[in-house]
């Protein structure tokens, strides 16, 4: 007998009940298999697919099932998000295929094919440097060159942004998946972020080449832009996670991301220094998790030096990531159960 929702693996034994916890008033269920207890909010029809019955009158009365009290929020809050970090390592292979399919289909007809991946960040690379560099004269700190001060925060950007903008409307993009398989739609945020990747590690590689050519040696602490990549991603796929489920239920919200995305650039140091803003004002920085990120990018490239490696930094990014981080599981898992009614 398959297991009722992982069909590869056996039942186990007739001890391992599975249990749904369902709420009448927002017709979801909380899926719990197994000894281990995993836990996943599904719709009736969902359910019962996996199982191999057919729903009747809005329940599953095939299948032993039995009714469980509601979960406090707390401990539903807490099997969301495992039920989450076990999807993204039990499916780990699907995101990495999902991310080529993904890369392979954006570029296909083209005559340029991947090199279309980079060209759009080396073209605003380019205006950039004519405005502010021939333009303004603009200069980075210690009269550094403006494009050495430029690059390695606009890379950490153009990660961070590409995820969240292609992750909005991702689960809208694939509603066949969300509708007529059962699959784990958290994943899609990550198959956005391991594509970003490849154009994030190309560009990543121009910007260490252009320190090269710059004449200047590499820091010791070049390291360490694996551990801001790393922040990077997980503060991108907490937000992608929230927007790209509200995105289903309200479509302003990918037009709201794109402005919001666009003023949170400029109110990022990446073009302009952070010395220019007056010291009473510096407390914006603390709440704009982005600025961690650049500086330690340019800190890690370059070796300017940065309060990205204190602790008070640290602890400002990590506190602001984690609750969105928390707070985007438990949106994205308590409104799946509904993305198919509104696709």
């Given at each position: 007998?398959?297991?009722?929702?992982?069909?590869?693996?056996?039942?186990?034994?007739?001890?391992?009940?599975?249990?749904?916890?369902?709420?009448?008033?927002?017709?979801?269920?909380?899926?719990?298999?197994?000894?281990?207890?995993?836990?996943?909010m599904?719709?009736?029809?969902?359910?019962?697919?996996?199982?191999?019955?057919?729903?009747?009158?809005?329940?599953?009365?095939?299948?032993?099932?039995?009714a469980?009290p509601?979960?406090?929020r707390?401990?539903?809050?807490?099997?969301?998000?495992?039920?989450?970090?076990?999807?993204?390592?039990?499916?780990?292979?699907?995101?990495?295929?999902?991310?080529?399919?993904?890369?392979?289909?954006?570029?296909?007809?083209?005559?340029?094919?991947?090199?279309?991946?980079?060209?759009?960040?080396?073209a605003?690379?380019?205006?950039?440097?004519?405005?502010?560099?021939?333009?303004?004269?603009?200069?980075?700190?210690?009269?550094?060159?403006f494009?050495?001060?430029?690059?390695?925060?606009?890379?950490?950007?153009?990660?961070?942004?590409?995820?969240?903008?292609?992750?909005?409307?991702?689960?809208?993009?694939?509603?066949?998946?969300?509708?007529?398989?059962?699959?784990?739609?958290?994943?899609?945020?990550?198959?956005?972020?391991?594509?970003?990747?490849?154009?994030?590690?190309?560009?990543?590689?121009?910007?260490?080449?252009f320190?090269?050519?710059?004449?200047?040696?590499?820091?010791?602490?070049l390291?360490?832009?694996?551990?801001?990549?790393?922040?990077t991603?997980?503060?991108?796929?907490?937000?992608?996670?929230?927007?790209?489920?509200?995105?289903?239920?309200?479509?302003?919200?990918?037009?709201?991301?794109?402005?919001?995305?666009?003023?949170?650039?400029?109110?990022?140091?990446?073009?302009?220094?952070?010395?220019?803003?007056?010291?009473?004002?510096?407390?914006?920085?603390?709440?704009?998790?982005?600025?961690?990120?650049?500086?330690?990018?340019?800190?890690?490239?370059?070796?300017i030096?940065?309060?990205?490696?204190?602790?008070?930094?640290?602890?400002?990014?990590?506190?602001?990531?984690?609750?969105?981080?928390?707070?985007?599981?438990?949106?994205?898992?308590?409104?799946?159960?509904?993305?198919?009614?509104?696709?």
């Amino acid at each position: 007998m398959p297991h009722p929702y992982r069909p590869d693996r056996p039942a186990g034994k007739a001890g391992n009940l599975v249990t749904i916890l369902a709420s009448v008033q927002r017709k979801s269920f909380v899926l719990t298999a197994g000894r281990d207890l995993r836990q996943r909010m599904v719709s009736p029809t969902e359910y019962c697919r996996a199982g191999g019955a057919k729903p009747a009158a809005g329940n599953c009365r095939e299948l032993q099932i039995r009714a469980a009290p509601v979960l406090e929020r707390r401990v539903v809050l807490v099997s969301i998000i495992r039920f989450f970090l076990t999807n993204i390592c039990n499916y780990r292979d699907v995101i990495l295929t999902l991310a080529r399919r993904q890369l392979a289909s954006r570029y296909i007809g083209t005559l340029g094919g991947p090199i279309w991946a980079v060209a759009q960040p080396v073209a605003t690379v380019g205006v950039f440097w004519v405005v502010f560099s021939l333009g303004f004269r603009s200069r980075g700190p210690g009269n550094m060159p403006f494009l050495l001060y430029f690059m390695p925060g606009y890379v950490a950007w153009l990660l961070f942004s590409e995820i969240v903008t292609t992750s909005t409307s991702v689960v809208v993009g694939n509603a066949f998946l969300v509708k007529k398989t059962l699959f784990p739609v958290e994943v899609l945020p990550l198959v956005n972020a391991a594509s970003a990747t490849v154009t994030h590690g190309v560009m990543l590689a121009a910007t260490i080449a252009f320190v090269l050519l710059s004449g200047r040696d590499l820091p010791a602490t070049l390291p360490a832009v694996l551990y801001f990549y790393g922040a990077t991603v997980i503060l991108a796929v907490g937000i992608a996670w929230i927007v790209s489920s509200l995105n289903v239920f309200y479509r302003d919200v990918e037009q709201v991301i794109q402005v919001l995305i666009n003023l949170w650039f400029w109110a990022t140091p990446i073009a302009w220094p952070s010395t220019i803003l007056p010291k009473g004002l510096a407390w914006l920085f603390k709440i704009n998790p982005m600025y961690f990120v650049v500086e330690g990018y340019r800190t890690s490239l370059v070796g300017i030096p940065s309060a990205s490696f204190g602790f008070a930094a640290t602890w400002h990014f990590w506190a602001i990531a984690t609750i969105l981080l928390l707070l985007g599981t438990y949106v994205f898992g308590r409104l799946k159960p509904e993305f198919p009614e509104m696709l």
